[in-house]
């Protein structure tokens, strides 16, 4: 194991090189393992082919140091470089000034069903949706919902509602790269796409136990 | 539009049906019963018929038609063309999919300047854009071929790299990029079911399903209208039409399903 306690982006950038010279006796065309050229090549073709349009600015393709990461390494950073890269994203989080996570868990639910928001043809100002059931199981009365992300029927049943849970489902809504570097689910909070009162109400929505989650 | 209604009725009976976990099936089937009773019929062929017209039209600046326009396969040739494209075209020095170099022979054959190419690529259900005619014309004279996209020109390898590297890149608010729904095996969005475009035996089926018409939309959508949405629900700005970034993408995708057998513009939800 590495000694070093802040791997760089370099790293991170070298591990691919390695990765993609390893790869390039494979046939597979599949196979995905960017160089930093590859990468370099990619960014400089997002930035001059795209163009800002409504809500969506070309800013949002000034990518940070974990969407570097992720991407140098195809999301699939070595244990160490997710490690760091996890605990820069964990002391980001802020948790409620009031130390309590439980929202209502109706508008939770109204929320998980709402997938709009922060698209170029989205107004500004409106809030954001949770986009919960694109990807999860969640009430079991919703049926069309995703499998991108992992089922959380009965999520507040078998885990139980004890301010560490609290704590956890809502760190995990607010920044889920805080416990997986390269977790497909965005970062809620950390991003600015949900306020802390609607987190707390897809808290309740997946512990309360009057919610159907849990039922 | 009787289309329009028959299987938005069937299709909405399939989605509100009682579906259990494994609901794609029933809704899989709903929509492949529908395709069924339309047998041959798609929409797609209107958009079909005008092109021709179009295309045989003397037009623009130049007042010429595009039938001399070079799809690839020599000045004409129109059958068999779809599916040798995305490919290098020397004259252009670049990589196009078939909708660019369509648009390219408007600017180049009949002077149509590049701003009014641009002005309105993506039409609407009551007014069609001309792209949209002249390229379901284009690909429908493919129908019943095999997807045979060239892959040996140093350019179409360079394509196929970079639009997999932009596949793959993770922007925006929401971290997501193309791989993110369609990297994996299986994965659905709601009971939409997301082809795993990184694989050959999916990107086959997926590629050649577009340009398609859309029965929600009443109208056909093409590859490249996709890419622009796809990026749309990314979160990220919007990719320039016909830009390198987005037929190195569709290059990438279309190299990566190669083979398939190219049946006509789809008929979609």
Known sequence: MKTEKQPTLSVALAIGVATALMAGCATDRSAYNPSPEVIKHAMAAFKRDFDAKGAAGLDRLNTDKLQDVCNATNSKPSPDMAAVVEREQEAAIKLPAD?????????????????????????????????????????????????IGPSLLHF????????????????KIYNSKAFSACSAMPRFGHAGALTETQIKDLVALLLDPTSPVNK | ??????????????????????????????????????????????????????????????????????????????KGAYVQTPRYYADADRVMDMETRINWCR?????????????R?????????????????????????????????????EAFQLGQAVFHMRAGPYDFSCAT?????????????????????DAKRAYVGWPAYRVSTSRVHTMQWRINDCFRQQRLPEPRYMSEAVN????????????????????KR
Not at chain 1, 156 to 171: D, F, H, L, M
Not at chain 2, 107 to 119: F, H, P, T, W, Y
Request: proline share 6%; glycine share 12%.
């Open chain 1, 156 to 171: 507040g049943k078998t885990r139980g509602n004890s301010p560490e849970i609290q704590k956890y489902a809502y760190s």
């Open chain 1, 99 to 147: 130390g309590k996570f439980l929202g209502d868990w109706k508008a939770g639910e109204k929320l998980a069903q709402s997938g709009r928001g922060m698209t170029w043809k989205d107004k500004a100002g409106i809030p954001n949706g949770g986009n919960c059931y694109n990807c999860h199981q969640i009430s079991p009365a919703e049926l069309s919902y995703g499998t």
């Open chain 2, 248 to 267: 190195a993408v569709i290059t990438y995708m279309a190299q990566t399903g190669n083979g398939a057998e190219y049946k006509g513009p789809a008929l």
């Open chain 2, 1 to 78: 539009m009787k289309y329009r209604i028959a299987v938005l009725a069937a299709l909405t009976a399939a989605w509100t049906g009682p579906v259990l976990a494994q609901a794609k099936d029933p809704t899989i089937a709903g929509i492949e019963k529908y395709r069924e009773m339309l047998g041959d019929d798609n929409p797609a062929e209107l958009y079909e018929a005008r092109g021709e017209q179009l295309w045989k039209k003397k037009a623009g600046p130049k007042n010429a038609s595009l039938e001399q326009c070079d799809l690839g396969l020599g000045p004409g040739v129109v």
């Open chain 2, 121 to 157: 690529p993506f039409g609407s259900a009551d007014k069609p854009s001309e792209i949209e005619d002249l390229l379901t014309y284009v690909v429908t004279a493919s129908k019943g071929m095999k997807m045979n996209v060239p892959t040996d020109h140093p350019k179409e390898r």
């Open chain 2, 107 to 119: 600017m180049n054959l009949q002077g149509v300047s590049e701003a009014d190419i641009r002005k």
């Open chain 2, 181 to 201: 729904c369609h990297g994996e095996d299986n994965l659905r969005i709601r009971l939409q079911e997301l082809p795993n475009l990184t694989k050959a035996e």
